[in-house]
């Protein structure tokens, strides 16, 4: 049974930085690319960021390039994401997730973890 499980969530002021992580279990973590989602509320959850499966491919959202920065320890199953200069707006539960379609679309990744809250104040 695939597992994903984040943890790294807060709250912090606007401006602050935050580091999630996401531990993997029950498949070859190693072989599948990893992204992170985000959902605010009343609004749809959408891509943030993805990394393949080597590290060596990594993809961001506009509305978060040059601020978040996604990483990978195949050696300990887990993926992160720093995320820099938070805004307001960056609040939003966030989920990892485990696929080998495409990157940005949701419907390319089949295991999804619980989420963590990441809340921004102004």
């Known amino acids: 049974q695939v597992q994903l499980v984040e943890s790294g969530g807060g709250s912090v002021q606007d401006g602050g930085s935050l580091r999630l992580s996401c531990a993997a279990s029950g498949r070859t973590f190693s072989s599948y690319t990893m992204g992170w989602f985000r959902q605010a509320p009343g609004k749809e959850r959408e891509f943030v960021a993805a990394i393949s499966w080597s590290g060596t491919y990594t993809n961001y959202a506009d509305s978060v390039k040059g601020r978040f920065t996604i990483s990978r320890d195949n050696a300990k199953n887990t993926v992160y994401q720093l995320m820099n200069s938070l805004k307001p707006e960056d609040t939003a539960v966030y989920y990892c997730?485990?696929?080998?379609?495409?990157?940005?679309?949701?419907?390319?990744?089949?295991?999804w973890g619980q989420g963590t809250q990441v809340t921004v104040s102004s």
């Open positions: 997730a485990t696929g080998n379609g495409a990157t940005w679309n949701q419907n390319g990744y089949d295991y």
